[in-house]
């Protein structure tokens, strides 16, 4: 018995010492490796503060391969997602630009495959907007109007223009990833309309010399200061890199440069707010029921034939008249005909947003006025803040900062600057509407198309045909600009029926810009 037992003990402590020893002996093995790691990095970094700063490669890519589904067809693609420099003019890098180039592997052939290249706005802004909601083969998690969803992230998006054109999404300096490398470089020459437009015309030659697409036909896209960006890159890459293009498309644009002061731009906001009392059932009756391109229709009359004539004439107006606009424009915008008349007709957009759901406790958005928003206080005259951005900046700042290091692999301390600091950017001489008009004279083949959302009260889509209708005085060209309004706002694409059929128009707009095979590129 008294052996039995012993031999169980004896069983039972050589497993226990094995144990210690593996222990022990593994303990000391990660022990000697951190030592060893940790000699490692002091003998690579050394006691210099410099070496720990966190900071963007100068040039650098990381390729993988994925696939989207859409009209029912498999599409493989290529996603590279890297920094490319901006150098001066001796060849030393001043800063590095992150982008995210997207090209379809099934194609032999790209000389004929066109190419988009793709900025938004700010001028701060990141390319994520319509990288990560409009064409870009994936998509943020987001309800069928736009809103936010929990869990976030992105999935497929089966109406990317990806099947039809291979794209690349840049974000300027100071945006994105994209940051300047030169301690002594002048922020001055990146922020500014002409700066801008000159240093972003030179890195995407560079770019399109790399990816070897020279014979593409190429597109540029932007949205909101973008348009002020690709519109002034149009002249710059056919003027001063030889690179021309066959369309370019802004997504809810600018003034570029347009003159539009006093009368013009206040009547223009009308069209604007009837858009958005339609939507918020604050019209009459007889206008309620009506669909919204109908009241649209009679506003955008009224605002043309009656309110803008009568606000031309100031206090040299007929009472007469002055009682008609008064009353047209409380009719069409959903306001009291004292609000309208105790402003002369020139209703401020930011009382617009606080005024409008007021008796219900309620702002509107900015840039999406299909947002609520809720305020300290009911009295006042301009929202607390941007309903619409704050919801936006909901949902995507948490996906694009998943989608790079998880499904594109490019990873980095480096934040991601949704909006970036850019300085007091520089103004002067913006006359991008005109140089948009220069480079259509100079290139047959270049086609316009202008996208906007009517609850858009930034950039509002009245103000768009506005720029439309003067962008050619001459209208020599008016065959090739065109428009399309959708029911949105700002980032109309967000809601999931807009963003089909916008997307639909831009594969409709870069096949019509394609010209047939032969077709010369002259004037008869």
Do not use: C
Not at 384 to 396: G, I, Q
Request: glycine share 8%; no cysteine.
């Amino acid at each position: 018995m008294q052996l039995a037992r012993t031999s169980k003990s004896t069983v039972m402590v050589y497993p226990l010492l094995v144990l210690v020893v593996l222990f022990f002996g593994s303990l000391s093995s990660i022990r000697a490796e951190e030592a060893a790691t940790e000699k490692a990095v002091s003998d690579s970094k050394g006691d210099n503060p410099q070496d720990y700063v966190r900071k963007i490669p100068i040039e650098t890519s990381v390729v993988t391969q994925h696939e989207v589904t859409v009209n029912g067809q498999t599409i493989p693609y290529e996603a590279t997602a890297g920094t490319q420099p901006v150098w001066d003019e001796d060849g030393k890098p001043l800063a590095t630009l992150f982008y995210t180039y997207y090209r379809r592997t099934d194609i032999e052939q790209t000389d004929h495959r066109p190419l988009v290249i793709s900025f938004n706005g700010g001028p701060g802004s990141a390319s994520v907007w319509m990288h990560l909601a409009y064409t870009g083969p994936r998509m943020l998690n987001i309800d069928e109007e736009g809103y936010p969803l929990q869990p976030y992230g992105v999935r497929e998006n089966p109406y990317t223009i990806l099947d039809v054109a291979d794209i690349v999404y840049v974000n300027p300096v100071n945006t994105g990833y994209s940051r300047i490398v030169d301690e002594k470089a002048d922020p001055k020459q990146f922020f500014g309309v002409n700066q801008d437009a000159t240093y972003l015309a030179e890195w995407i030659n560079t770019f399109v010399s790399r990816i070897n697409r020279w014979q593409s036909p190429k597109f540029l896209i932007g949205e909101s200061y973008g348009t002020t960006r690709v519109s002034g890159l149009a002249y710059k890459l056919q003027g001063s890199q030889w690179m021309y293009l066959n369309g370019v498309i802004l997504v809810s644009p600018t003034e570029l440069g347009i003159e539009r002061d006093g009368a013009v731009e206040a009547a223009n906001r009308l069209p604007y707010y009837a858009a958005t009392a339609w939507y918020h059932k604050k019209l009459p009756e007889d206008l309620q029921k009506q669909d919204l391109s109908e009241v649209l229709e009679q506003a955008e009359k009224f605002t043309i034939d009656t309110l803008l004539p009568t606000m031309v004439r100031g206090a040299w107006a007929t009472p007469e008249a002055k009682k008609e606009a008064i009353q047209g424009f409380a009719k069409y915008s959903g306001l009291s005909e004292n609000v309208v008349r105790q402003y002369n007709l020139d209703v401020p957009t930011r009382f617009y947003w606080k005024e409008l759901l007021r008796e219900e406790g309620r702002t509107i958005g900015r840039l999406d006025s299909r947002y609520q928003g809720i305020d300290r206080q009911d009295a006042g005259d301009s929202p607390d803040f941007n309903a619409e951005l704050a919801s936006w900046l909901h949902s995507f700042t948490p996906a694009v900062n998943w989608y790079f290091p998880n499904e594109l692999n490019f990873k980095t301390d480096v934040k991601y600057n949704m909006f970036g600091p850019v300085g007091r950017w520089d103004w002067d001489g913006d006359q991008t509407g005109e140089d948009l008009r220069q480079a259509m004279a100079m290139n047959p083949y270049l086609k316009v198309m202008i996208q906007s959302g009517y609850y858009d009260g930034a950039t509002t889509y009245f103000n768009a045909k506005y720029t439309m209708w003067h962008l050619d005085p001459s209208g020599k060209m008016k065959d090739r600009l065109s428009f399309k309004g959708y029911r949105g706002g700002h980032m109309m694409y967000l809601r999931n029926e807009d963003l089909r059929q916008a997307n639909d128009d831009i594969r409709e707009f870069i096949q019509q810009a394609l010209p047939p095979e032969g077709t010369p590129a002259k004037y008869e």
